[in-house]
DNA sequence: GGAAATTAATCAATCGTTTGATTAATTTTG
DNA sequence: CAAAATTAATCAAACGATTGATTAATTTCC
């Protein structure tokens, strides 16, 4: 069957991914990638060089996309909080989207074995706390905002979507939900959204 | 020398637990564990059957010293703001005093091929939740909480602390300190701590 | 026909574990 | 008390299995 044609490549990539988030970089071995992605194991060193190459493909074309969906949100018209509220709205829906992959960056994240991955990471995450940084400062300084503790809002923030990601949900009356399941990802969507956007106005708006 | 009497079970837990902590269980052979406590690589095998059983140990052992540290807030007298207080004080200390430990237990929680660990894990961290629920809960049926979606701040609570910890801490203006540095961390301790209680009273007792 | 893609077979290195032997300390026995 | 027996702790060496990588031959495709 000729229609059968599939890119190699691509499998490879998308197998790898899908074990790495699953049993991590060192946990995954090549022959595992090659049995799920249909290839032949010399197929990952002809393509990619090393499994530690098919890795950094993996985190280079995902913190690409990443980096690219981060708009500018410098339009001179809209207040301070509602820039926030986009940025708020726009990161609940990313990492939302991409929880496995979000998993496999945090765990990176807390390595040490692997400085230039962990450099990369570091990069794409400073990127996104210098945005809300910005966001939170100049609300202070045009005295929309109260004067808080801007690192730790940052933490607030992307602290409180990565725990909806990684810890445990199904564990209590309150929290007994599957991300995996379409249904209830999109409920907490926007109960994240809602949550930490009715947070942030009551906490940074809110005249002592 | 009598005096030099060294338990060597003792120096392959301490030194595994490094290793792990820094390189992933995965990513620590027992050669180099051998090597890091001085110990024979068949002692290993010997005290602990296997190397899982040396991770195992060393997470019950720290997830016991966990549980013992979890007072029971239950006295009468204070309010749910007061509990909720200590608690925070409590955890913010528990976490930025074990940080190396909670980036492998929250590495570990990422994983699936340990499902065992997995268990182990959410059992301790849902006993926190729990814990974290049943204040919340309770001062918004006394009235003195306003009605606020309770996973999602449970999740911003022990988010914060995790971000804190785990997240890039060098990178800008706003956050530049190194938590390996003892002033540093008593100052992060401080205003994470200052942070959330203020954040959680504003936030839950805000009369709109 | 020739470049690119794919394969099975093989490589040295490392993995976690086990072995049999040895030491040092403790207990039992006469 | 001292000799004999037993135990726990430690070691170097080796085990079979698996690792990531490479080779050389073959197939596919333009």
Redesign the interface.
């Given at each position: 069957m000729k229609t059968e044609k599939v890119d190699k490549r691509q499998a490879i990539l998308e197998a790898a991914e899908k074990l790495f988030c699953?049993?991590?970089y060192?946990?995954t071995s090549t022959r595992q990638i090659a049995k799920e992605s249909g290839a032949n194991m010399a197929m990952i060193n002809y393509y990619f060089g090393s499994k530690e190459g098919v890795f950094v493909e993996i985190m280079n074309e995902r913190i690409a996309s990443f980096a690219s969906q981060l708009k500018i949100i410098n339009e001179d018209k809209i207040s301070a909080l509602e820039k926030l509220h986009r940025v708020i709205e726009g990161y609940v829906n990313r990492i939302l989207n991409n929880t496995a992959f979000h998993?496999?960056m945090?765990?990176e994240?807390?390595?040490?074995?692997r400085p230039e991955m962990y450099d990369k990471i570091?990069d794409a995450?400073?990127h996104n706390?210098?945005l809300i940084?910005r966001i939170i400062?100049g609300g202070i300084e045009d005295g929309s905002f109260n004067k808080?503790?801007?690192?730790?809002?940052?933490?607030?923030i992307?602290?409180?979507?990565?725990?909806?990601v990684?810890?445990?949900n199904k564990?209590?009356p309150?929290?007994n939900f599957d991300l995996n399941n379409p249904k209830d990802k999109k409920m907490i969507k926007e109960?994240?959204i809602?949550?930490?956007q009715d947070?942030t106005t009551?906490?940074l708006t809110?005249k002592k």
């Open positions: 699953e049993t991590g060192e946990g998993k496999m945090h765990r994240l807390s390595l040490t074995q570091k995450m400073s706390m210098q940084d400062t808080v503790d801007v690192r730790m809002v940052i933490a607030t992307m602290g409180t979507i990565t725990n909806i990684i810890a445990p564990v209590m309150c929290s109960r994240a809602a949550h930490l947070l009551v906490y809110t």
